[in-house]
């Protein structure tokens, strides 16, 4: 069957938009690949992970952003086209590299790199809705913004070259509804890529000395953009003189276009849409501001271009009669969240005085009534999930402690915690690792009369993604904390990666597991390690470590990720059943109130527990949680 | 063969797990292959937390749609879950939507845990009917039930949408797509229940005047 390495050139296939960034290296020629995972941007490795030994290219899942773009740019040095990727987030991390590699550049014999961003405007995966166009200008860095998914291929492609023109780097910005959405691309050829690595080591590639490398840097900046003022991916369509320009990129494209169609505007309004967004195309925009009197700058979350268009008009020569700008600053178009149709709908009514419904206001008004019918569907672990056993004897623990401990913790499934079914343990959480690094800190408050036990919590693949730093710091400057690292055994929330602490590589090779308790063991921690589905051993040994305070305390809460193990074993370990006699109804409901299984609900008739057979994946977790021993497990033979 | 309207905007929504996606991927390369610009967007933050997710597809002659329907848009709503139809109807709906719904719901963990009830059946099945030109409403888990497999309850849905002559695809159509992801001996199982979502669908039509 044919895959993203073997669609026919010149075919045209259906591809999500992380496949078609991935297709785009390929055809680059791209040698090297890592990244680590991240929603929207997890299947750009994914999708080249599954291909790679048939093409014969390296792929990995780093243990973080920064090494993952690290490795990609030793690669680039030594002549390989390289390509790193990650979500917003994950630019952060990889952030300091960034800012010297631009200086140091990758060398006139290096392979291209290009750096794949997948931002998150509206925050579906994500916990901020950063906008990563910023990082290029801070960089000085090329920054390309694909509108469409066949973009995204052409554009991932044409990013090698540029690099390698340029002798820096390339970013390549993505965003959820491109990541995520699918469309027919027409493909091009995959070369066999056979370049050999080799660094010339009479070379030296360093950020040193900064000034006049940023002067050189600058100086490339203006040879870019000379080639973007002429790049295809800035396009207009529209009337020669249009009553408004509208500027877009990215997302604002496509929503831009429904709009114009909603109102009927098409013979008054042209569209401008930018794709080389860094360095900005400055005198294509110039070119299009002298045709109009009225712009509308249509973009997610930050006024980027709208900053540059105003930069632009603010030159008196440039643009002689400066027009009206709408956009973020006009109030038009908001600040955060993604764009849509309807918002640019609502942005070009206002600015043209027109009403525009959608349906009939009767068809409205029923539409808002069926409200009452609408429930909330909300989220949830798993049944058979780790964490809500995890999370039940952590609460049980820090109840029967009674010292308020506080919980700081970090991202995975386990920051459904924060969510309304979640079970609200969680004080403090913020980014990859933050769960051990203030933990640390709220442990060295003693001196300041902080007498609240403290527990950190962590992943596995958070762990080693950045607890560790945090953990050695709590070492070495004597923190009373405890880690808790809830060990699934994958990086199950953005679709079961490996990390260092797993047996097979990103294409399956094997893999020497990094032993996360000897490594917390030899940086001086007392380390325990359970089974959270032994709830009353588990809140017992917390609350034991909670109270130790000679030095700082690990416990690994071990348990497989039921989807993993469900894969793997493709059978259920138990049958449950509720024994109606023992169970006392909805006066407790222990099972489905607080504990809240999704596999476990309440039959009003008989007023007992009830087991949902076809939710209920059998871990049997709920016999050891139930007061009144009421619900029974029995291993299926 | 043109769709009644371009672009033409299909919703395909349900609970994470329910195969959504790979339905708006049957869809949409059955379209592709027959020369259709088609644009998927896909939902799947929630998808293996039992949140609500959905598809977008859009299908045009003319040109290559952005994924996002405006609101009031939909001109056709696949629901693997009544509850879920409801939600996405009230957004995306207006007076000349066509529905096709499973009618078996999947309770939210706020219904389970006894804090939410899950509302009335009939008052449901009422709501969408008010909301749309034309709702069919497709026993598909059982149907699926009785194959054997309640996995294949979204391919039912498929047949059951083919069933509507919706959409310029006939079922060998999404046969041919079929035949590309899953493995050769589960293709009986899937061809019936795509049979079966089409005469299911087919039997109501025959009876109304729509």
């Known amino acids: 069957m044919a895959n993203i390495a073997t669609y026919a050139d010149g075919s045209c296939v259906l591809l999500q938009g992380n496949e078609a960034i991935a297709r785009g290296a390929l055809e680059a020629g791209a040698q090297f690949c890592a990244g680590y995972p991240g929603t929207p941007s997890s299947e750009i490795i994914g999708t080249l992970a599954t291909v790679a030994k048939q093409v014969g290219i390296h792929v990995e899942w780093s243990v973080n952003e920064k090494v993952a773009t690290e490795v990609a740019a030793a690669a680039a040095l030594a002549g390989l086209r390289s390509l790193a990727a990650m979500k917003n987030a994950g630019l952060n991390v990889a952030m300091d590299f960034l800012m010297h590699l631009n200086l140091s550049t990758i060398g006139d014999r290096g392979g291209g790199l290009v750096v794949v961003v997948c931002d998150d405007p509206q925050a579906h995966a994500s916990g901020d809705e950063e906008d990563t166009r910023w990082a290029a200008q801070m960089a000085d860095v090329p920054l390309l913004e694909p509108a469409n998914i066949q973009e995204a291929k052409d554009m991932t492609r044409w990013a090698f070259e540029l690099s390698e023109e340029f002798q820096c780097y390339c970013l390549l910005r993505s965003y959820t509804r491109l990541s995520h959405s699918r469309s027919g691309v027409v493909l091009g050829k995959v070369p066999r890529p056979e370049r050999r690595a080799m660094f010339d080591t009479s070379r030296c590639y360093t950020p040193y000395i900064a000034p006049p490398k940023h002067a050189a840097l600058h100086e490339k900046q203006a040879r870019v953009q000379q080639v973007f003022e002429s790049s295809p991916f800035n396009s207009y369509n529209g009337p020669e003189q249009p009553e408004l320009l509208i500027i877009c990129s990215g997302s604002g494209w496509p929503c831009s276009l429904d709009a114009i169609e909603a109102l009927n505007l098409t013979g008054s309004v042209g569209v401008l849409k930018l794709g080389t967004l860094w360095p900005f195309p400055k005198r294509v925009v110039e070119g299009y501001l002298t045709r109009t009197s009225k712009v509308l700058v249509v973009e997610e979350v930050d006024p980027f271009i709208e900053s540059h268009v105003k930069e632009t008009v603010a030159k008196p020569s440039a643009v002689p009669a400066s027009p009206e700008i709408y956009g973020k600053g006009s109030g038009h178009i908001d600040f955060y969240g993604e764009i849509t149709p309807d918002a640019v709908t609502r942005a070009l009514a206002a600015i043209f005085n027109l009403q525009y419904r959608a349906t009939s206001p009767n068809y409205e008004q029923e539409a808002r009534d069926a409200k009452r019918l609408v429930i909330d569907r909300g989220m949830t672990w798993c049944p058979g999930c780790p964490h809500r056993a995890s999370f039940f004897a952590l609460r049980d623990a820090i109840r029967r402690d009674h010292r308020k401990a506080i919980v700081t913790s970090d991202i995975g499934c386990y920051t459904l915690d924060v969510f309304p079914y979640g079970t609200h343990q969680t004080n403090v959480l913020h980014c990859m690792g933050s769960g051990a690094g203030t933990a640390c800190g709220f442990g060295e408050l003693a001196q300041f009369g902080f007498e609240q036990p403290v527990i950190g919590i962590s992943g596995d693949s958070t762990f080693f993604h950045a607890s560790v730093p945090a953990l050695m710091n709590a070492v070495h400057n004597k923190s009373n904390m405890t880690l808790v690292i809830l060990d699934n055994g994958i990086t199950a929330m953005t679709g079961f990666q490996p990390h260092p602490g797993t047996d097979r590589t990103a294409t399956q090779d094997r893999a020497t597991a990094v032993n996360m308790e000897a490594l917390c063991r030899a940086l001086g921690c007392r380390v325990e390690v359970r089974d959270p589905f032994n709830t009353k051993e588990t809140a017992a040994t917390l609350r034991q470590l909670m109270r130790d305070e000679n030095g700082v305390r690990v416990l690994i809460l071990r348990r497989q990720c039921e989807l993993l193990r469900m894969r793997q074993e493709r059978r259920y370990p138990y049958t449950v059943r509720v024994d109606a006699e023992k169970c006392k109804g909805d006066k407790c409901g222990y099972c489905y109130k607080v504990f809240q299984c999704p596999g476990i609900s309440w039959d009003k008739e008989t007023d007992k527990a009830q087991i949902q057979q076809a939710v209920c994946v059998g871990c049997g977790v709920c016999a050891a949680i139930c007061p009144s021993k009421a619900i029974i497990k029995e291993e299926i033979g | ?210």
């Not at chain 2, 905007?9 to 991927?25: A, E, K, P, T, Y």
């Not at chain 2, 039992?50 to 597809?57: P, T």
């Not at chain 2, 009230?90 to 939210?108: E, L, S, W």
Request: net charge neutral.
């Open chain 2, 1 to 210: 063969m043109a769709t009644s309207a371009d672009p033409f905007n299909l919703i395909i929504c349900g609970v994470g797990g329910q195969g959504n996606i790979l339905l708006s991927g049957l869809i949409g390369s059955a379209l592709i292959r027959k020369g259709y610009h088609v644009t998927v967007g896909e939902t799947f933050g929630a998808a293996q937390r039992g949140g609500a997710v959905f598809s977008s597809v859009r299908i045009s002659q003319k040109r290559c749609y952005g994924p996002l329907i405006p609101d009031g848009q939909a001109h056709l709503i696949l629901g693997l879950e009544p509850l879920e139809t409801l939600r996405i109807l009230r957004k995306y709906g207006k007076p000349d939507t066509v529905c096709i719904t499973n009618t078996a719901p999947v309770f939210p963990i706020g219904v389970l845990s006894t804090k939410e009830e899950y509302p009335n059946h009939d008052q449901l099945q009422e709501a969408i009917r008010h909301l749309s030109k034309a709702a069919w409403f497709i026993d598909a888990t059982n149907v699926a039930l009785q194959l054997g497999s309640k996995i294949a309850t979204n391919i039912v849905m498929v047949g059951a949408l083919i069933g509507s002559d919706q959409l310029p695809l006939a079922r060998n159509d999404i046969e041919d797509g079929m035949r590309d992801i899953f493995p050769p001996e589960a293709m009986e199982l899937n061809s019936r229940a795509l049979q079966m979502g089409f005469n299911a669908l087919r039997s109501q039509k025959d009876k109304s005047i729509v």
